[in-house]
């Protein structure tokens, strides 16, 4: 291939890893999914079924969709390790924030230097452009001790902000389905909107929808709540690429079939006001101690992101946490979570406790993560709508399983995932107070495991899992649909990575 600016792109924001995805399966023959192919020259080619669907495009997630490196910001304020560490911290992000950003929306980094740093509170940050940086991501480089007694993060990125609709710009999308892979749209007024606008795709769920899903027949037990249709009516962040007369192309292609039977789909404008951009946590080691191995009055979070676009954690170890090295809340976006670490966790060993890599939001890119003694270690929860990606993660003596774990993710990639537990796209019925089918457009691509079930749901679309490694499982109820399965223990995938593939083919567009 030929150097090009977009090669160049490509090679800068692909700084990952190629330790599994690289691989050549030197003697096992090549094979290639059916429904996914890549050509010659780097394109890729899918199969559509009857109705149009595909799977979707995952690439354009992360920090800024991928399309740009990772910058290394420049140092504005240094702090050596003291007595009151949390005080000094907090102090140099407050004067940092009262400075004006650059001409690329950063104010600058902390440089918190080698050394054991007690903080006995959270480290807040609520203002754009900062970012974190230490010497080290070991016990021997900068070591953040979460000292206080409660659940709280150690790093706390977070700003009250959310989702408003910009009144007069909702128009009722007007093809009568829509399939997934899709990234155009008809609406009923294209006038409205113009390349750049920021939008809602908002799917709408209606009582016919939950009862051919048969989530109003939830087999009950104490606190088990039937799903309500009111309650699934989502919002795909999306930005608009190009408008032509009603025909509305999005930048990032959509999730789950819109079906006019269903409830139908709408398009607005949004802002999304107060919302945090270009933070970046990066080269520490946290710790949460415990008074025991089931303690629980100690941080649950090294990192958690609420409420910001565009940033980053990469290089961050955590031990003892009760939750999470990175928990990302809804409102993150377009996040890139790297070459971290999470393990020895000190909880309870139960519901809500031990995700190790926590994802609620969207857009948002995990990948060279590894965890330890976690339960859900690479996980979405309820409504968690896509595209999102974990890429080349690994987990060992995991206490319950990987995948979407309730109430109908959207659109997740598990790629290149091995754990010595298990990945699960399933009915999950009555467990927790209801949690029912975990995910839909969820794809399991060339990942290895002790153990799979991965079902497809009664309505709305498929999951996949292609070039799985491990023994395939009937889930908790044998009568569910099998997902499109396809290469059950058969190495040699090719593309060996599909969002890297996915990646290079988009990128090699522009």
């Not at 940050?125 to 070591?143: A, C, F, H, Q, Y």
Request: proline share 5%; hydrophobic share 35%; aromatic share 8%.
């Amino acid at each position: 291939m030929t150097s090009s600016p977009s090669r160049n792109r490509l090679i800068a924001a692909v700084a990952i890893t190629t330790s599994v995805s690289a691989i050549a399966f030197t003697g096992m023959p090549a094979w290639e999914s059916k429904f996914v192919k890549q050509l010659k020259n780097g394109s890729l080619e899918y199969r559509a079924d009857k109705q149009g669907n595909t799977i979707p495009d995952f690439s354009a997630v992360g920090f800024y969709h991928s399309n740009k490196p990772i910058p290394d910001v420049p140092v504005a304020i240094t702090v050596s390790p003291s007595e009151n560490a949390m005080q000094q911290i907090q102090a140099a992000i407050d004067k940092l924030s009262a400075q004006k950003p650059d001409a690329s929306g950063f104010r600058g980094a902390i440089l918190l230097k080698r050394g054991t740093y007690n903080i006995p509170g959270s480290l807040l940050i609520n203002t754009s452009g900062i970012v974190l940086r230490g010497e080290g991501n070991t016990e021997d480089g900068t070591k953040l001790i979460a000292t206080a007694p409660n659940q709280k993060p150690l790093i706390d990125v977070n700003i009250k902000a959310g989702i408003r609709e910009v009144p007069g710009t909702r128009v009722a999308i007007t093809d009568k389905y829509v399939p997934t892979g899709a990234s155009s749209i008809n609406v009923e007024q294209g006038s409205k909107f113009a390349a750049g606008d920021k939008v809602i795709l908002f799917q709408a769920a209606n009582d016919k929808w939950i009862s051919d899903l048969k989530m109003d027949q939830i087999v009950e037990r104490n606190g088990t709540k039937q799903w309500r249709a009111s309650e699934y009516n989502l919002q795909f962040e999306r930005q608009i690429v190009s408008v032509q007369g009603n025909t509305v192309v999005l930048d990032n292609p959509v999730m789950m079939p819109i079906d006019a039977g269903y409830g139908g789909a709408a398009l607005f404008k949004y802002t999304f006001d107060g919302r945090l951009q270009h933070i970046g946590i990066e080269n520490l080691y946290c710790e949460s101690p415990a008074s025991s191995d089931t303690a629980e009055d100690h941080s649950w979070d090294a990192v958690s992101f609420q409420n910001i676009e565009n940033g980053w954690v990469r290089n961050v170890t955590a031990r003892y946490f009760a939750y999470a090295c990175v928990n990302l809340s809804p409102g993150a976006k377009n996040i890139t979570v790297s070459d971290s670490r999470c393990f020895d966790h000190k909880s309870k060993i139960t519901g809500g406790r031990r995700y190790s890599f926590n994802n609620d939001g969207q857009q948002n890119l995990f990948f060279n993560c590894t965890t330890s003694d976690g339960r859900h270690d690479y996980v979405t929860g309820a409504k968690t709508l896509g595209p999102n990606v974990f890429y080349n993660c690994s987990s060992t003596a995991t206490h319950a399983d990987i995948g979407p774990h309730h109430r109908w993710a959207v659109g997740t990639l598990y790629d290149n995932i091995t754990t010595d537990g298990e990945i699960n796209v399933q009915d999950r019925g009555n467990y927790g107070s209801g949690h029912g089918w975990a995910g839909v457009t969820q794809v399991l691509w060339n990942c290895k495991v002790k153990a799979a079930a991965v079902q497809n749901p009664w309505a709305s679309g498929k999951n996949y899992a292609i070039g799985v490694n491990g023994r395939k499982t009937p889930g908790r109820f044998k009568d569910r649909m099998d997902a499109e399965w396809e290469g059950l223990n058969k190495e040699g995938l090719q593309p060996p990575s599909l969002y890297k593939a996915q990646l290079e083919a988009r990128l090699q567009k522009k």
